[in-house]
């Protein structure tokens, strides 16, 4: 099946540190979308992004659908505690009705 | 709160039982979907519905089956339950069917099978 590979899989930073994110892919890309999810609760949606080049922010965190359409970062600047989490990358692949997930970036912060 | 809505929250049950999942999509949302998420492990999507009729299929089971109703709610039924049924099933919701639109989540279910 389709392929998201999303890097790092794991992250341990110190408060105050920007952290940063990926998800690539060999397929085309229409929609990429970052959710972040805490433990036992449901993916909240961060950001969406529609199209090639797009940079979008909300708050402290900044995302940007890659130029080839294959691939998405995610940033966030100045990490808090309540960050902490998993943050999944999704998207949707050209001619394809369901999204795809990454296996996840679980960051942990040291305060 | 994203406005999805599951019940119940968490679910025990036994080996070789039936148990039903009950998800209520965003207000003016018409595509629901089911995703399942093992312990530590991504996101599996299992089906999604639009306005009442079945649009796409993932790796769901030939043991599980859903519905979306009239009222544009929807339940996953699970049957024949293994050990390996438990994991965290969570409902998202979308505007429309089709590209680009946002999927938001409901807070899941977590289901345990003894």
């Known amino acids: 099946g389709q392929q998201l590979n999303q890097s790092p899989q794991s992250m341990f930073i110190q408060e105050g540190e920007d952290v940063s994110m990926n998800c690539t892919s060999s397929s085309i890309f229409n929609t990429w979308l970052w959710y972040k999810q805490e433990p036992g609760e449901g993916p909240v949606l961060l950001i969406a992004l529609y199209k090639a080049g797009e940079l979008t922010s909300n708050g402290r965190l900044t995302a940007q659908f890659g130029i080839t359409r294959k691939d998405s970062f995610l940033n966030i600047s100045a990490s808090i505690p309540s960050d902490v989490g998993i943050y999944f990358c999704a998207g949707l692949i050209q001619g394809a009705q369901k999204l795809v997930f990454g296996q996840g970036t679980r960051l942990t912060i040291n305060p | 709160d994203s406005g999805v809505t599951q019940t119940p929250k968490h679910l025990i049950t036994a080996t070789g039982q039936r148990v039903t999942l009950r998800c209520s999509p965003r207000s003016g949302d018409l595509s629901v979907y089911w995703y399942q998420q093992s312990l530590d492990q991504g996101l599996q999507f299992l089906i999604q519905y639009y306005n009442g009729e079945e649009r796409a299929k993932g790796n769901i089971l030939e043991r599980f089956s859903a519905q979306q109703f009239p009222d544009l709610h929807s339940e996953l039924n699970l049957s024949s339950l293994e050990l390996g049924d438990s994991a965290l099933y969570f409902c998202?919701?979308?505007?429309?069917w089709g590209v680009g639109y946002e999927q938001y989540f409901g807070p899941g279910t977590r289901l345990t099978v003894t």
């Open positions: 998202a919701s979308s505007v429309a």
